[in-house]
Nanobody, 114 residues
Framework: VQLQASGGGLVQAGGSLRLSCVASGRIFSINVMGWYRQAPGKQRESVATIISGGSTNYADSVKGRFTISRDIAKNTVYLQMNSLKPEDTAVYYC?????????WGQGTLVTVSS
């Protein structure tokens, strides 16, 4: 499984960005996709996840501001990020999990200026 993430960039505080991640390869119908982020000097953390059935989970820090969604037909997961804050600045990675294996995308940088 290969993942290609896109959509990062520079945005002012209060602005919005939409990240996309396309999965290719042997994709099984039962899987979990998610977004993680890693800020400079910090550990990678989970931002949002979505399972194939559609259930979602969010980090407390992004609840009400970020929305994860997926297009199963396109094997694509999205992260709509609104009301961005400087503390959201990080490299964002998508992850695809199936049959106990994790696959990571290359990361896309999100920078939020104050």
């Amino acid at each position: 499984v290969q993942l290609q993430a896109s959509g990062g960039g520079l945005v002012q505080a209060g602005g919005s960005l939409r990240l996309s991640c396309v999965a290719s390869g042997r994709i099984f119908s039962i899987n979990v996709m998610g977004w993680y982020r890693q800020a400079p000097g910090k550990q990678r953390e989970s931002v949002a996840t979505i399972i194939s059935g559609g259930s979602t989970n969010y980090a407390d820090s992004v609840k009400g501001r970020f929305t994860i969604s997926r297009d199963i037909a396109k094997n694509t997961v999205y992260l709509q990020m609104n009301s961005l804050k400087p503390e959201d600045t990080a490299v964002y990675y998508c992850k695809h999990s199936q049959f106990g294996r994790d696959y990571w995308g290359q990361g896309t940088l999100v920078t939020v200026s104050s």
